[in-house]
Each structure stands twice: as C-alpha cells, then as structure tokens.
C-alpha cells in the first residue's frame, strides 16, 4: 500500500468538500490504483487528506491524467498558502487500517527516528484492542525523510477522550517519547471517508 498525505489551511471549506465529492463521483471510478481516503477539517482549518493507494506507481499514474490535473488546479485555489505532501510507501495497517465507520479520527504527525522500533510497537494489535476498544483501526505512515502520520478512527470522540486518559500506560507514553519527537495532533470531529467500491 501507499499512502499520500495532503495538508493546508483551508480558506473555503464548503467549496473544498463539494471539490471533493465531484472528485468521488466523477473522477475516482476511473482512478488508478486509488483504495480509498479519510479527510477533514481541524478546529484552525487546516484540511488533511490521507489518501491510500495500491502503490507508489499507481498514485503516479493517477497524478498524471489529465482530468486529475484539472481537478487538482480546482483543489488547488481552497487553500490558503502552502500546501505540504507526504509521499509514504512505508505504511503499517492496525486492526485493519481504519473503517469507515469511524464518528472522530486523530493525526499524529512528526518525526521518527527508529522506524522499525515504533512499527514494531503498533504492531500489538491484541494489546492495542484489549486497551482501547474505542479504537476501530489505524494507519501509520512513514515518509523517505523520517515524518511519520499515524491515523487513528474512533468510534466517537467522547469515548477516545475518555479512554485516553485512564489507558495509556506510563510505561508506553515513556518508550513513545524515546522513539518519536516534534509531535503534533490534528482533531477531525467531523471526517469524511471515501472508498472504492
């Protein structure tokens, strides 16, 4: 699988989701390689897309038609100042990579310095289900410079406050820390999925 990761700050959102629901309708059948995305808003208006391909190749195919550039050129004018990708061939599924279903999804974003540690790490689904049942599924995805984007789908954001505060070990948060660095969370209250049928 690979995974692109498309962030900015919005400066129209209703135009963006209409945007991007002409893209569901009109572009994705004729996709290629193209699985699915999960996509929001944060509080601050920051729009985040994690797209999910089947492969690196196939997301560069996809770029490339024309329809898609068209419709990237649309995309394009919602946001306000730059626009930052994440191009991630590196990617780990948890609990079977997320679901549709999910009412509130966290991004963690920033830098890992032993990859293979922190995959190692989310790679206990068993423990990861018993802790946080809260928790529908995850995606973690790590770009060539060391960024990783660690998307998480809830079954609603009441439960995933809660549950984050009486779960998560000392012990964990302590082997996290020596693991990653640079941290930033991005809250979608409100996402949106799409999903190749």
């Given amino acids: 699988m690979f995974i692109q990761i498309i962030q900015g700050r919005c400066r129209d959102q209703d135009?963006?989701?209409?945007?991007?629901?002409?893209?569901?309708?009109?572009?994705?059948?004729?996709?290629?390689?193209?699985?699915?995305?999960?996509?929001?808003?944060?509080?601050?208006?920051?729009?985040?897309?994690?797209?999910?391909?089947?492969?690196?190749?196939?997301?560069a195919a996809n770029a490339n038609r024309p329809e898609q550039?068209?419709?990237?050129?649309?995309?394009?004018?919602?946001?306000?100042?730059?626009?930052?990708?994440?191009?991630?061939?590196?990617?780990?599924?948890?609990?079977?990579?997320?679901?549709?279903?999910?009412?509130?999804?966290?991004?963690?974003?920033?830098?890992?310095?032993?990859?293979?540690?922190?995959k190692g790490m989310m790679g206990d689904t068993d423990m990861l289900h018993e802790m946080r049942p809260d928790i529908l599924g995850a995606t973690l995805a790590i770009d060539a410079d060391g960024t990783f984007t660690e998307t998480v789908a809830f079954t609603d954001e009441a439960s995933a406050r809660k549950a984050e505060h009486e779960s998560t070990s000392e012990e964990f948060a302590s082997e996290m820390a020596s693991v990653v660095h640079d941290v930033s969370y991005y809250d979608l209250h409100k996402p949106w999925f799409e999903s190749k049928t």
């Fill in 69 to 118: 550039s068209a419709f990237w050129k649309e995309m394009k004018s919602c946001f306000d100042g730059p626009v930052t990708f994440h191009d991630c061939d590196d990617v780990t599924m948890m609990l079977g990579g997320g679901s549709d279903d999910a009412g509130f999804v966290q991004i963690l974003q920033g830098k890992v310095d032993d990859p293979a540690k922190l």
């Fill in 15 to 59: 135009k963006m989701r209409a945007v991007g629901d002409r893209w569901a309708a009109e572009l994705a059948p004729g996709s290629i390689g193209w699985l699915g995305g999960t996509y929001g808003f944060t509080d601050d208006d920051q729009f985040i897309a994690v797209v999910r391909f089947d492969s690196k190749e196939s997301a």
